[in-house]
């Protein structure tokens, strides 16, 4: 049985300091958001947690290794280093979008995010270390098939780009509608999928789905672990072997 630990990353009352006391300049919350993302994806990974950018102001980590101390430090030294403060919600769940659920609604529950008196709220659990096993994390890696034959050599870098967002969007709604699975964009032609458990059917048929829907082929590669490192990095050998046998799933789990 899967037992994700997500953490929902919110920037506190980020909206109205963007404009306060004008407009900031765009360049500088690209800069500020990008190096955010670069020290949580760095403070969760030395931790063997994945961090995913989504929309910059909100982050979301699959923090499986990380504990509640870890994100009051976390938290402490966002507020010592950066001009922004952050909150953080951790919750678990056998589904991962069971469990952002619960974590954005402990969020919620504390206030708006653009509320200016509600600030480094932490809310939720940790999964102790006792009850944590090897199989608590499902990972599925995504890529898509020839895309530097198909896309990269062949359009403008503009018209690559549609083509991997239409597979990503309508992957991400269907993983998310069908299998309580939560799926990110990583980069080039890859997404990542942090799953409950699913059989070798489940992905195949939302590769189906993404074929018909908008016409983009994908493999996949999934694999299990204590921390979302080992997962994902199962999941990448078993992309390779799809590479090898050209199958359009392999599981390692
Ligand atoms: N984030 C991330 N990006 C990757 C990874 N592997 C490849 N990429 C990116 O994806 C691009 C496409 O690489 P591939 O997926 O290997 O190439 P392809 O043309 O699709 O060929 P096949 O996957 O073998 O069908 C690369 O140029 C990288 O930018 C990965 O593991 N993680």
């Known amino acids: 049985m899967t037992n994700t630990q997500l953490t929902h990353v919110q920037i506190d009352n980020y909206g109205p300091w963007t404009v306060t006391p004008e407009p900031r300049r765009e360049v500088d919350l690209q800069t500020l958001q990008s190096r955010l993302y670069a020290d949580l994806a760095q403070f969760f990974g ?3 947690g994945y961090t995913f950018f989504t929309r ?36 678990t769940g056998q589904t ?15 206030g708006s995010a653009q509320d200016k008196s509600r ?21 599925a890696h995504f890529d898509v098939n020839d895309a530097t034959g198909k896309y990269t050599d ?14 990503y969007a309508s992957l991400m709604k269907y993983m998310r509608q069908a299998y309580d699975s939560l799926s990110f964009f990583v980069g080039g032609d890859n997404i990542i999928a942090v799953c409950p458990e699913m059989d070798a059917a489940a992905y195949q048929d939302a590769i189906d789905h993404v074929r018909a829907d908008v016409g983009v082929e994908l493999k996949v590669g999934v694999g299990e672990g ?28």
């Open 226 to 253: 204590r921390r979302a490192d080992e997962a994902g990095m199962a999941a990448k050998h078993a992309l390779e072997e799809c590479r090898a046998t050209g199958a359009d799933v392999e599981l390692d789990c």
């Open 96 to 110: 991962p979008a069971g469990a952002l659920a619960t974590a954005t609604e402990q969020l919620q529950d504390a």
């Open 56 to 91: 910059f102001d909100n982050m979301i980590a699959v923090s499986n290794g990380s504990s509640m101390e870890d994100h009051a430090t976390l938290q402490e030294s966002i507020r010592n280093r950066y001009p922004v403060t952050m909150s953080l919600s951790v919750a």
């Open 119 to 139: 600030r480094e709220i932490l809310r939720g659990r940790h999964i102790d270390d006792e009850f944590r096993t090897d199989e608590d994390l499902r990972i």
């Open 154 to 167: 062949q359009l403008s870098e503009f018209d690559t780009f549609i083509r991997i967002e239409q597979g």
């Open 46 to 48: 030395n931790r063997g």
